[in-house]
């Protein structure tokens, strides 16, 4: 994963706890599950990223994937 998807999945996240933080306030349970699913989809996202991340990691330390001399 990029940057990009990185930065995208985090603000999904910041922006899923403002939505519940606001549900919240205005006691919209709506808008409260809505923030949660955000922050779960994001954390789901994360994690998957961090997956393939350190697979990533093992095959360029076994020497998978450079170029042979």
């Known amino acids: 994963m990029g940057i990009g998807d990185k ?3 985090k603000a999904q996240e910041v922006g899923g706890k403002v939505k519940e933080a606001v549900g919240d306030a205005t006691d ?3 808008l409260q599950a809505e923030g949660a ?3 779960a989809g994001a954390k ?3 994690a998957g990223e961090a997956v393939k991340d350190g697979a990533k990691d093992a ?3 076994a020497g998978w994937g450079r170029a042979q001399n």
């Open 7 to 9: 930065i995208q999945n």
């Open 28 to 30: 919209n349970e709506r």
């Open 37 to 39: 699913a955000d922050q």
């Open 44 to 46: 789901v996202k994360q």
């Open 59 to 61: 095959a360029e330390e």
